[in-house]
């Protein structure tokens, strides 16, 4: 079974369109994140949620709007994509109140804007 | 949020031990170390997590200093499968707020 499962693994679009990732985990944890690791494989955090609040929201274009229906999904729309949006987007989840900082993260979803 | 020194890159034989140290210069009272391990086309998976001392598990064990200001992630016998970039990350009281730095390549030859 897999613990964090996002859609799609790959996404590829033109400049200007409206694409959206989703993502799941089957952990019951109360926290979710998005994350961008650009070319350069730096891995940056954009949101967390917890218990579908917002408690994270890093310096991200308006254009990114993450959404939280329930607790175990986290998913990110993204408007008017430009060529810089050109990244891989890993959700990932963790419990608040855990003993341990481990995050448990998705497979990616490796986002290609024309 | 401390910030975290590694070297860019390492290279290894297989079965050898690989020894990844970490700066933490400014780390706080209540700030853990946290070392992760990413492959290729897949999302970042949690190693190995210590205060102090030493701490080992299955996969590799972290020696913490009396000061804090370093770490070492110990990785026994590596093979190369093990090849992957690992990062050192300083965490604590503000939470789950993770920085990854651009963590070690470590390149296991035959």
């Known amino acids: 079974d897999t613990a964090v499962s996002q859609t799609p693994k790959y996404l590829v679009t033109q400049m200007g369109n409206d694409k959206s990732i989703k993502c799941e985990q089957n952990l019951g944890h109360d926290t979710m994140y998005w994350y961008k690791q650009d070319s350069k494989k730096f891995l940056k955090i954009m949101f967390s949620?917890?218990?579908?609040?917002?408690?994270i929201n890093e310096t991200v274009p308006n254009r990114f709007s993450p959404k939280s229906p329930d607790k175990a999904h986290l998913n990110l729309h993204i408007n008017s994509l430009e060529l810089g949006d050109s990244a891989v987007y890993f959700c990932a989840s963790s419990q608040m109140t855990s003993v341990t900082y481990e995050q448990y993260f998705g497979p990616g979803t490796r986002l290609t804007v024309t | 949020l401390a910030k975290t020194t590694q070297p860019i890159s390492m290279d290894s034989y297989e079965g050898q031990e690989v020894n990844i140290t970490c700066s933490h210069n400014n780390i706080a009272t209540n700030d853990y170390i946290t070392w992760y391990q990413q492959f290729p086309s897949q999302g970042p998976r949690f190693i190995i997590q210590g205060y102090k001392t030493k701490v080992t598990n299955e996969v590799a064990s972290l020696f913490i200093p009396a000061d804090r200001k370093s770490s070492t992630l110990s990785l026994p016998r590596v093979s190369l499968s093990d090849t992957a970039v690992y990062y050192c990350?300083?965490?604590?009281?503000?939470?789950?707020?993770?920085?990854f730095g651009p963590g070690t390549r470590l390149s296991v030859l035959p």
């Open positions: 990350l300083v965490v604590g009281d503000y939470g789950q707020n993770f920085v």
């Open positions: 949620y917890n218990n579908k609040e917002l408690i």
